[in-house]
């Protein structure tokens, strides 16, 4: 093991030293291993931010039915807009896949290309909940109308703030691979950009269905 | 994985990409969009007994989660990626402890609260 391999990995999570079999191989490469140990890392913090979300759906479920005498789910949710907002974060997942490949073949215009057309419909999404928020605050059905509501705004709007923060994370992605090119450390914050987008999709699918198909057909 | 060393596969980054994956994109896409219109659908229709609609949704939604998961974010059941699938087991547990436990409590507690003009009269 070198000096340099030492200083990028001194608790040695990749077990180099010694015995040589599969599980050390990666390694001996160093940037490999640092690859994998980030993106593990990330799937930690991912995994925690699940959690989390659990935490404001296991409070969504429990108070959906105080809605002190207010509107409900029913009253108040509209499928149709619903289903676009379904479709762009589902299609920007897949361009922010392709983004990826893009930018691990080094391909250019994929990459700047699958990225506009991410943030594009990221930022249409956003624009349909903002939305659909300014119309229930009109109709007087806001945070704090009732227990129902509050614990709706709070988890949907915290899904919200996720999809802002990942639009902004994704326009520091361009800027970064403008400025730097395709370094190996600008690669593993695609990779983590990339597993936090797709998170975030796999959070809207359990919103979806808990509070909107649920909620509308109660 | 050609090379495979049962005694110490190599490990894949979550999220990882084969370089010619473009496919498994598109074959994720497609089944995420076939389960969220069977999802829709469910939803707003009067030909499934009604009772049962909480229950189909739940399926679709786990199994849409699973499209993603697999397709997506490339968590599969390799060896190259037991740690991934370790820590989402754990996130899976700490998830249904969370979700379970809070509905069941919540919902015990709610059966054991005196009713709401009761205990107003007791403050009189």
């Known amino acids: ?218 | 994985m050609s090379d495979f060393d049962p005694e110490g596969a190599t490990d894949v980054a979550p999220g990882e990409d084969d370089a010619e994956s473009v496919l498994t994109y598109v074959v994720g896409l497609a089944l995420a969009v076939l389960l969220t219109i069977v999802s829709f659908f469910i939803a707003g229709t009067s030909l499934v007994w009604g009772p049962s609609i909480p229950v189909a949704l739940t399926v679709l939604a786990i199994a849409q989660m699973g499209v993603h998961l697999v397709f997506f974010l490339h968590i599969t059941t390799g060896p190259d990626n037991v740690n991934n699938v370790m820590a989402l087991a754990f996130g899976v547990l700490i998830v249904m402890l969370i979700m379970a436990g809070s509905l069941w409590i919540m919902s015990h507690m709610n059966h054991n609260m005196m009713p709401m003009e009761q205990m107003m009269q007791m403050q009189r």
């Open chain 1, 1 to 218: 093991m070198s000096g340099a391999a030492a200083a990028a990995d001194p608790h040695r999570l990749g077990r180099s030293s010694g015995h040589r079999h599969a599980a050390s191989e990666h390694a001996a490469g160093g940037l490999h291993a640092k690859r994998i140990i980030t993106g593990y890392g990330f799937w930690i913090f991912l995994l925690s931010d699940i959690i989390m979300f659990s935490a404001f759906f296991a409070a969504y479920a429990v108070l959906v039915g105080n809605t002190a005498d207010g509107p409900s789910g029913k009253d108040l949710f509209d499928l149709s807009n619903v289903a676009i907002e379904t479709a762009c974060l589902l299609f920007s997942s897949f361009t922010c896949g392709i983004a990826g490949i893009g930018a691990q073949t080094r391909r250019g215009s994929w990459f700047y290309g699958a990225m506009a057309v991410t943030f594009l419909f990221g930022a249409a999404f956003l624009a349909l909940e903002i939305h659909e928020f300014a119309g229930l605050v009109a109709r007087g059905a806001g945070p704090t109308r009732s227990a129902f509501l509050s614990a709706f705004f709070t988890l949907v709007g915290c899904h919200g703030l996720h999809v802002t923060a990942g639009l902004l994370w994704l326009l520091t992605m361009m800027a970064q691979v403008y400025a730097k090119g395709y370094r190996a450390d600008i690669l593993r914050r695609i990779l983590c950009f990339s597993l936090f987008w797709h998170a975030l999709d796999i959070i809207w699918v359990a919103l979806f269905t808990v509070v909107y198909l649920m909620g509308a057909g109660q």
